[in-house]
């Protein structure tokens, strides 16, 4: 029955299409918190006090516009640099925890 083969092809497809979208999502967040590591552990730039720690924290778990907000008013570039890369992984639990140790780390 050629009508049920195409059918079937048309459905196999669209179940790959979907894996395929969710694995493309998690290699972006894999490599986006991959990223943030990485300018995580070269930074050596001091605290700058324009944010605090309380900001960048709310900033996190508000998800990825609150904590680009907060990074926009940090005026050191490589730090900056640094907070816009993790921020684009608080989209996730993992990522919100990976901006709070980052926080942490730079803020107190």
Sequence with gaps: NKK?????HTQLL???????QIIMRLVSVNI??????????????PVVE????????????????TMNAVCRIIPAPP??????????ACGTPLGITACTNWCVWQFT
Excluded at 79 to 88: E, F, P
């Design 32 to 45: 986006t918190l991959f990223v943030a590591l990485v300018l995580m552990m070269s930074s050596s730039v």
């Design 79 to 88: 730090m900056k640099a640094g907070c816009w890369a993790i921020a684009a």
């Design 14 to 20: 669209s179940s790959s299409n979907q894996y395929s």
């Design 50 to 65: 324009a944010v605090t720690f309380a900001q960048c924290a709310v900033g996190c778990k508000g998800g990825v516009e």
């Design 4 to 8: 049920g083969n195409i059918n079937t």
